[in-house]
């Protein structure tokens, strides 16, 4: 099974930016990817998705405009640059990939969709 690992969170101010990196042990340039992320005593979320091409990208309301999504298919890489970070923003994200549909149209933004995550990477944004 791929393997996939989260890095670049950290603790920054509010305003700031960081940018999440997602490092597929295999293959996954066929697969849809997405970033979701969960707050202490909150259910995960989702946050972003993008499909195999990198040609259409979905995001949660509570981002738009200031995340943005991104991969590069040779490298098996996801990225989600995060900027004007707000408190809100405090939370562990998950990169996820689904295994289970080739070439997907557009990508889903419920967590059951997904098959393969990651461990996780802590992202607290300090008021």
């Known amino acids: 099974q791929v393997q996939l690992v989260e890095s670049g969170g950290g603790l920054v101010q509010a305003g700031g930016s960081l940018r999440l990196s997602c490092a597929a042990s295999?293959?996954?340039?066929?697969?849809?990817m997405a970033w979701f992320r969960q707050a202490p005593g909150k259910e995960r979320e989702f946050v972003a998705g993008?499909?195999?091409?990198?040609?259409?990208?979905r995001y949660a309301d509570s981002v738009k405009g200031r995340f943005t999504i991104s991969r590069d298919n040779v490298k098996n890489m996801v990225y989600l640059q995060m900027n004007s970070l707000k408190p809100e923003d405090t939370a562990v994200y998950y990169c996820?990939?689904?295994?289970?549909?080739?070439?997907?149209?557009?990508?889903?933004?419920?967590?059951?969709?997904?098959?393969?995550w990651g461990q996780g990477t802590q992202v607290t944004v300090s008021s």
């Open positions: 996820a990939a689904d295994y289970s549909v080739h070439y997907k149209s557009y990508p889903g933004s419920n967590e059951n969709e997904y098959d393969n």
């Open positions: 295999g293959r996954t340039s066929s697969y849809a």
């Open positions: 993008i499909i195999w091409s990198g040609r259409i990208t």
